[in-house]
């Protein structure tokens, strides 16, 4: 009977570090304008989300960058229209933008940055999305974030 308690305590623990990292994800990003990842299920459970851009090309971010931007999905397009003017000192984001939830900084190829945000800020009620502000990288450089269980 103990060994029992023993292995399902073991087994228990084991299932909270996985789970723990559930409340994270990589998005690879590439010189053809790409992200690999599509859609993105963050937990209620999870207090915090992060989410690290590795962009694994060569080209650098004046000519091929990426960023990784979370917004409810219908000001996907306006943030990403208002980034245009920002310009890339501002990583195409306007400063402050109330309509952005979380965003990585611009990185170019061989780099990474991450970000994390409070899973509060999120509903179930609502659709979000994810982008590269990059012009003219949200035709194809874009996902949906789902808030499960």
């Not at 409340?23 to 690290?52: G, H, L, R, W, Y």
């Not at 003017?85 to 780099?111: C, F, M, S």
Request: proline residues 3%; glycine residues 6%.
């Amino acid at each position: 009977m103990f060994r029992k308690l023993v292995v399902a305590s073991a087994l228990a623990l084991a299932s909270v570090s996985a789970f723990a990292a559930d409340c994270a994800v990589t998005v690879n990003s590439t010189d053809q304008m790409t992200f690999d990842t599509q859609d993105v299920k963050i937990s209620k459970s999870c207090k915090s989300f992060t989410v690290e851009l590795v962009h694994t090309g060569k080209l650098p971010k004046a000519v091929m960058g990426h960023n990784w931007v979370l917004t409810k999905t219908a000001d996907m397009q306006p943030v990403a229209s208002d980034g245009m003017k920002a310009g890339e000192a501002n990583h195409y984001l306007q400063p402050d933008d109330a309509r952005v939830i979380a965003h990585t900084k611009l990185v170019g190829g061989g780099e990474k940055d991450s970000v994390t945000f409070d899973v509060s800020k999120l509903s179930a009620d609502e659709q979000y999305s994810f982008f590269c502000s990059f012009p003219g990288h949200i035709a194809m450089m874009k996902g949906t974030v789902t808030l499960v269980d």
